[in-house]
């Protein structure tokens, strides 16, 4: 059975920072990320990286704020994020999928992250 398990989210005040974790297990995946949903929005695309190359992949909103990372032995992926601001607010989910070209079918329960102004 494939399980994402997320942690480390909570309440920081802007300008802070918090680090994001996810551990897997049940299988290997080609890709892994986060993704967010800020309430009465449509979930969105945070960050990703490609084991096979170790390319890593930033939504705009996020670049040079953001640094995602991992450990493909311990299946793990990491959001590192500074320099928060309000509109960072969201559920932060870690997602992962089988093959490179493949969509995100595997899902965390995701985590709360509240930026306080």
């Known amino acids: 059975q494939v399980q994402l398990v997320e942690s480390g989210g909570g309440l920081v005040q802007a300008g802070g920072s918090l680090r994001l974790s996810c551990a897997a297990s049940g299988r290997t995946f080609s890709n892994m990320g986060w993704f967010r949903q800020a309430p009465g929005k449509e979930r969105e695309f945070v960050a990703a990286i490609s084991w096979g190359g170790g390319h890593t992949y930033y939504a705009d909103s996020v670049k040079d704020r953001f640094t995602v990372s991992g450990d493909n032995a311990k299946i793990t992926v990491y959001l590192q994020m500074n320099s928060l601001k309000p509109e960072d607010t969201a559920v932060y989910y870690c997602?992962?999928?089988?093959?490179?070209?493949?969509?995100?079918?595997?899902w965390g329960q995701g985590t709360q992250v509240t930026v306080s102004s």
């Open positions: 997602a992962a999928k089988a093959t490179l070209h493949g969509i995100y079918d595997y």
